[in-house]
Structure formats: structure tokens, C-alpha cells
């Protein structure tokens, strides 16, 4: 479930794919509280909410030849959002689901994190607890596939020989 760009590395500025990833698997609960205060703000809809279809394809071992996997249910929106003494910037959202909240939200942070003076308090605010969350997850099911783990040894294996060879 998570990509190569879900960490940054050290040092390395967050990018809009990024962070839009983020935006479109996190929980209501962490987006609405950091978002309260910008709620408010002037937004002109370029696209109101909309829910729709979309085929996923999905690849054998990773690598094969592509195939149709199924469709999901996706959310869009985008929206135009004014700062106070900035130009006007454009959020877009996409989450899997059918929940107009959640992509509202996703595109309003994508908008502020567009802007240079809310990108730092919104990443402290907003995304480090969003990864925090999701590595949360992730090492749940970690430990969920760890314990369904079967270990198989063999009668050599046990025994201690190497090379298949009986010991005298």
C-alpha cells in the first residue's frame, strides 16, 4: 500500500504528489481538527464534488503484462482557494470512496500546502501526523501477516547437516 514517495528521506521537501497521497488516505478524524481553522476561507468551485467509477489494473508479481483488475468507486473535486496578499490557488482532490467531506478536505489542504506561508505549520499540523498514522497501520499489518507466518523445517535442517549427508 505504500509507494516509494510516501517517504521523503531526510532533508527532502515534501512534493504535491506526495502529500496528495497523503490527502487521499487519511482518516476524517486528522483532517478535519487540522483544517478548522481554514475552512472558512473564501473557495470557488471549479468542479463540486463528484463521484464516479475507475478500472484498476493491477500487474503479475509486480512486473507482468497489465490486466483490468477491477473498478473503484472514486471521488473528485477542485476548488480555488484565496489567500489574504497571495494569488488565488487551486486544490484538487481525489479519494477512493464516496465521501464529499473527505475529498473537499483533501483538495482545500491541497490548495493551502500550495502555498508557501502554510506549508510548514500544515505539515507539522496535518501531514507528520498523517504519516505518523499510516506507519501505524502498516506495522499492524505487518504484525497480523508475522503471526499467520508458518515456518517448514526439514529433517536435515533440524538434524544440523548441511550438505544432506548423514553424520557418523
Not at 496528495?20 to 488516505?25: E, F, G, K, N
Not at 482518516?27 to 468551485?45: G, S, T, V, Y
Not at 467509477?53 to 508479481?61: E, W
Amino acid at each position: 500500500m505504500f509507494q516509494a514517495f510516501d517517504n521523503p528521506g531526510a532533508g527532502r521537501p515534501l512534493q504535491r504528489a506526495q502529500w496528495m497521497a497523503l490527502l487521499a488516505r487519511a482518516p476524517l478524524d486528522l483532517l478535519e481538527p487540522a483544517l478548522r481553522d481554514h475552512l472558512a476561507r473564501p473557495a470557488r468551485w471549479l468542479r463540486a464534488p463528484e463521484t464516479g467509477v475507475m478500472m484498476v489494473q493491477g500487474r503479475a508479481g509486480g512486473t507482468g503484462e497489465r490486466f483490468n483488475l477491477g473498478e473503484v468507486t472514486v471521488t473528485r473535486c477542485a476548488l480555488r482557494v484565496q489567500s489574504e496578499g497571495a494569488e488565488a490557488t487551486v486544490g484538487v482532490g481525489y479519494v477512493l470512496g464516496r465521501s464529499q467531506r473527505h475529498v473537499h478536505l483533501a483538495a482545500l489542504a491541497d490548495a493551502l500546502l500550495q502555498d508557501p506561508a502554510h506549508q510548514p505549520a500544515l505539515d507539522a499540523a496535518l501531514l507528520a501526523p498523517l504519516r505518523r498514522h499510516l506507519a501505524g497501520q502498516q506495522a499492524q499489518r505487518r504484525a497480523r501477516a508475522a503471526s499467520t507466518k508458518v515456518d517448514f523445517f526439514t529433517v536435515a535442517r533440524e538434524s544440523g547437516a548441511d550438505d544432506g549427508e548423514e553424520s557418523e
